[in-house]
């Protein structure tokens, strides 16, 4: 076993992560020894970056936005699911030096469905707003879940038509939709889903902009990836009609959670994590009055 885990996040920016916090935590509840360190890399600079955490003996890193593709280039080996996603967010460094990346989102998106919230996707109707990066990954995990449906809304419809084409090749047994947000079928697909997900930056930050059809639900889960605020105006108007939420914290734990335990074999102390989250938030939230 190791006795020392000397891990890092690589991004732009990374200032804001939350990744040391729940590492240390983590690390201190499991009796590790552990280092992380938040590496600002400019895009063009990850190959050299990624050669120096090898050549320093570090064990592994995270990678966040903008990162989460080019990264792929400098890897030796990629795990299927990462692939199938199109973006690495979690590298192991072996012994031998080793690369291989990985992808703990979508687990991280579905995890916290049935823990937390006693959903279990398999057989169920989804609609996502989105069809970004977040996008792939949620429906990747939905998907090897066995929903039984999926519909792919986006303000781009090329966007949702391009990650159904991803999509439909591999996860054959789903029926997959793409459509755009003025689609005539965007309500009623709205009303008839067990399951409602927020993978657009819609809400982020408290911006005032709703999302097409959301005057529509009609209870089941809705669930909200932006944790920024946490509260966000979709989940807000998901609880008043009368629909179970879950908030864009929990998918951001079980991530690293996920790649804690790929780095170290062990887990995170999940409420202990979520709690030291929520108090950063807090005084993060005291400190910029505008929640910025
Ligand atoms: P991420 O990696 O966080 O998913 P991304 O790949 O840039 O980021 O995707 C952002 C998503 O939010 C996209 O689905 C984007 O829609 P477009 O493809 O039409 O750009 C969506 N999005 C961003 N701002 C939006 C807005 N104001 N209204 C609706 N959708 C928005």
Redesign the pocket.
């Known amino acids: 076993m190791t006795d020392h885990y000397r891990l890092a996040i690589i991004g732009h920016p990374v200032g804001h992560s939350m990744s040391p916090l729940m590492h240390a935590l983590a690390a201190k509840r499991n009796g590790l020894a552990l280092t992380y360190d938040k590496i600002d890399t400019l895009p063009g600079q990850v190959g050299e970056t990624v050669a120096r955490l090898r050549d320093e003996g570090y064990h592994g890193f995270n990678v966040t936005?903008p990162h989460k593709i080019e990264v792929m280039e400098y890897l030796d080996h990629i795990s299927e699911e990462a692939k199938l996603i199109g973006a690495v967010n979690t590298v192991v460094i072996g012994q031998d030096g080793r690369l291989t990346g990985y992808n703990t989102d979508a687990y991280g998106f579905v995890a916290p469905l049935k823990k937390t919230a006693g959903f279990d996707p398999e057989g169920k109707s989804v609609f996502m707003?989105?069809?970004?990066?977040?996008?792939r990954a949620v429906a990747v995990g939905l998907l090897a879940a066995q929903v039984a449906s999926l519909t792919i809304a986006?303000?781009?419809v090329a966007?949702a038509q391009e990650l159904k084409e991803r999509l439909v090749t591999h996860y054959r047994a789903a029926t997959i939709t793409a459509i755009g947000?003025d689609d005539k079928n965007l309500v009623e697909s709205v009303g008839g889903a067990d399951i409602i997900v927020n993978?657009?930056?819609?809400g982020l930050g408290g911006?005032t902009?709703s999302?097409p059809g959301e005057d529509e639900i009609k209870g089941g889960l809705v669930v909200d990836i932006v944790y920024q605020p946490l509260e966000t105006k979709l989940l807000i108007k998901a609880n008043a009609l009368g629909a179970a939420t879950l908030d864009g914290l929990w998918m951001l734990i079980h991530q690293g959670d996920r790649a804690f335990n790929i780095w170290t074999g062990k887990n995170f102390p999940i409420e202990e994590v979520r709690s030291a989250l929520l108090a950063r938030l807090r005084q993060e939230t005291a400190s910029s009055p505008s929640g910025e």
Request: hydrophobic fraction near 35%; proline fraction near 0%.
């Open positions: 936005v707003y989105g069809a970004g990066g977040a996008a986006n303000r781009t966007r947000f993978t657009s930056s819609v911006q902009g999302l």
